[in-house]
């Protein structure tokens, strides 16, 4: 299997569960473990912490991103970022399933993004499922928060410190708690 492949059929949401997939995303583990590693494991400046993502992601990241490390990742390779976006100190990002964060994004400390889901029944828990996060324009998530997979949070959505957010956020509003439920319109 080859990235591409890979990327194509994350998008199905079928099951990651083939011996050939499960290898390509050992391969791919152990490859952005190697980057963040060397990320993590001593100071860089704000362009070498860009060069060393773009590395990471596959593409070159943009010039306004603001990463403050350690940053964490299992795979790399389904993160899409925008313009102005900031993410704090200790964030994972399981990106199997993708993770895009829009333009002006806030991403607090130790955020975690979880694309991936097992099964439920006993026969089926070792099997992963993939769905993508997108979070819109402006959204500001606070520290030790999660998001889980399959969930898009609106432009200009604020996500309160500690929430776990397991299903889609309105644009314009405040979501908090375990599971996360709507506080307030901004």
């Not at 492949?5 to 050992?26: C, G, Q, S, W």
């Not at 001593?42 to 990471?56: M, W």
């Not at 010039?63 to 990742?73: E, K, N, W």
Request: contains cysteine; glycine residues 10%; hydrophobic residues 40%.
């Amino acid at each position: 299997m080859i990235l591409q492949e890979f990327l194509e059929y994350v998008k199905t949401r079928r099951a990651l569960n083939t011996p050939d997939i499960h290898a390509f995303m050992n391969d791919m583990s152990d490859e952005a473990r190697r980057i963040t590693f060397r990320l993590n494991g001593a100071y860089h400046t704000p362009d070498e912490v860009r060069a060393v993502l773009s590395e990471l992601f596959g593409y070159k990241v943009s010039d306004t991103l603001r990463v403050f490390p350690p940053f964490y990742t299992d795979f790399g390779k389904n993160i899409h970022i925008g313009e102005n976006v900031f993410i704090n100190a200790c964030c994972h990002f399981q990106d199997h399933g993708g993770v895009t964060l829009g333009d002006g994004c806030q991403i607090g400390h130790n955020v975690v993004f979880a694309t991936l889901n097992h099964g439920f029944a006993p026969e089926d828990r070792a099997t992963t499922y993939p769905a993508p996060i997108v979070l819109g324009r402006n959204v500001w998530v606070g520290s030790n928060a999660t998001i889980l997979q399959g969930v898009t949070i609106g432009d200009n959505a604020v996500v309160a410190a500690g929430a776990v957010v397991t299903r889609d956020v309105e644009a314009g509003t405040i979501v908090g708690g375990v599971p996360a439920h709507f506080i307030r319109h901004i």
